[in-house]
């Protein structure tokens, strides 16, 4: 799917529920296929009803795109809904965004939430009941159901109806295929989708992945789509941790991610940047309720790289503590076990040997003696190659390299620095504002001081 001029996302949910009456593995997968039928000519009925978010407006699209609005006619361009769903602070906020966020293709999105009417006119009986003695095996769970499409902004309201459904359908199709490949006996694993956005020209797809089910067990099933998709095979992009993360939805976890993305790019002749790749989320002084101001900016670092890998895919645990960092390097023999619950700085090395225990990451690192800036050339082919963040220490300081920018013309370079050592709130406009996530000239490198670089390497995997 090619990302367009509008992206629209229907969420909801579907009752998925069957009665079995042998456990004979042909009639289970038979019973399933059935229910799954019986949901499409649900998504298919007229009594389905689609609601605009934000907006009292609900759409009937197997009616022609039938709306409750009197003035929202089917023949209407689809860009029309997006003027019913924002008012002046929703669109100041809505322009800010888009400004922000340039590269990214979901930065304005239109949500529907799926629904189905539960009553209907019809005549009044009176009611009958049926007792059955047969013993039955119900089989009984809730289907996540969640579709994105793009469509043209031009596109008729009826069309766009049609599209979502023809999109719930597929999405159907795919879940019923989840569940026969991943059924256990009569255990039915929910069918879960995740949107990813893939390098050009495929763009946004989405896939079914079962609950319950690993990343590490599913390696199958990405080579399938690797090769369908022709993408290469080795580094993840279809892993759930590579899902794409839409802008009206808050991270829960409430780390910043790539405050550098809201920064301009140096102005310099000719210069050309070369920066991180993907996702990271930014780790500082004083987070998860530690103090560690004065002496735990190298392990801040060191969470920032950890949660890259974290947020491409390659490892499913979480960014380790002070604690975990502090435990692995006694478990390596690289310290003594006083270390425990002490407030020791840790450098480069350390970083390396870290990453090695707990991701199972290796890392080259590079020696900097008295501030010589001439490194950009390898830090440039590093962002280009790996893509990953930098860790970077020098006496008593460690920071984050995040990109290189640099003038063939001029021969200026700048540096962008992810600086560990903020102790306030996670305020994004202080964060660029003040040079705490900013391009820094060569002054950055101290002319006294010698530094160790602790450059990651992507491991080759899908």
């Not at 090769?227 to 992009?237: A, G, T, V, W």
């Not at 991270?251 to 991180?276: Q, S």
């Not at 692995?328 to 006083?338: R, Y």
């Amino acid at each position: 799917m090619v990302v367009g001029n509008i992206i629209l996302r229907l969420r909801g949910s579907l009752e998925f529920k069957c009665q079995l009456d042998s456990t004979d593995v042909p009639h289970v997968q038979k019973v399933i296929s059935r229910t799954f039928e019986a949901l499409g000519s649900q998504v298919k009925a007229e009594s389905l009803v689609l609601s605009l978010s934000s907006s009292p407006v609900f759409l009937w699209p197997n009616k022609g795109g039938h709306a409750t609005a009197g003035e929202i006619s089917p023949n209407r361009p689809c860009k029309d809904l997006q003027q019913l769903i924002q008012t002046d602070d929703q669109e100041s906020s809505r322009k800010k965004s888009a400004k922000k966020d340039k590269k990214n293709p979901t930065a304005g999105i239109i949500n529907l939430t799926l629904m189905t009417e539960v009553t209907e006119p019809g005549v009044l009986s009176a009611p009958t009941l049926l007792r059955g003695s047969k013993k039955h095996h119900l089989l009984q769970t809730t289907l996540p159901m969640d579709c994105v499409v793009s469509v043209l902004s031009s596109e008729s309201i009826s069309v766009v109806c049609g599209t979502l459904v023809g999109a719930l359908c597929s999405q159907l199709s795919d879940m019923e295929k989840v569940a026969l490949r991943h059924m256990k006996g009569t255990a039915l694993l929910i069918p879960q989708p995740f949107h990813f956005l893939l390098p050009a020209p495929v763009g946004l797809v989405t896939v079914v992945y079962p609950a319950g089910v690993p990343d590490s067990q599913l390696e199958t099933r990405r080579k399938e789509l690797h090769s369908l998709f022709e993408l290469p095979d080795d580094r993840p992009y279809l892993r759930r941790a590579n899902a794409l993360h839409f802008p009206d939805e808050p991270y829960k976890d409430g780390y910043l991610r790539n405050p550098h993305v809201h920064l301009n790019h140096p102005a310099l002749e000719n210069g050309k940047p070369y920066l991180v790749q993907g996702v990271y989320s930014y780790h500082h002084y004083m987070q998860d309720r530690v103090d560690d101001n004065g002496w735990g900016c190298a392990y801040r670092s060191l969470q920032t790289i950890c949660s890259w890998f974290q947020q491409q895919g390659y490892v499913e645990r979480a960014v380790p503590s002070h604690k975990e960092i502090q435990q692995a390097l006694v478990e390596v023999g690289d310290k003594q076990g006083s270390f425990l619950g002490s407030r020791q700085w840790i450098g480069s090395i350390e970083v390396a040997a870290v990453l090695d225990q707990l991701l199972g990451v290796t890392s080259k690192i590079m020696f900097v003696s008295q501030g010589n800036a001439e490194c950009f050339r390898e830090l440039a082919n590093h962002f280009l190659s790996e893509g990953t963040p930098i860790m970077i220490g020098g006496g008593v300081l460690a920071h984050t390299i995040l990109g290189v920018a640099w003038s063939e013309t001029t021969g200026q370079i700048r540096y962008l620095i992810l600086d560990p050592h903020y102790t306030g709130a996670e305020d994004l406009q202080v964060i660029t504002e003040k040079g705490w996530c900013g391009w820094k000239g060569p002054e950055f490198w101290d002319q006294n001081a010698y530094y160790n670089l602790c450059l990651p390497q992507r491991p080759k995997t899908i």
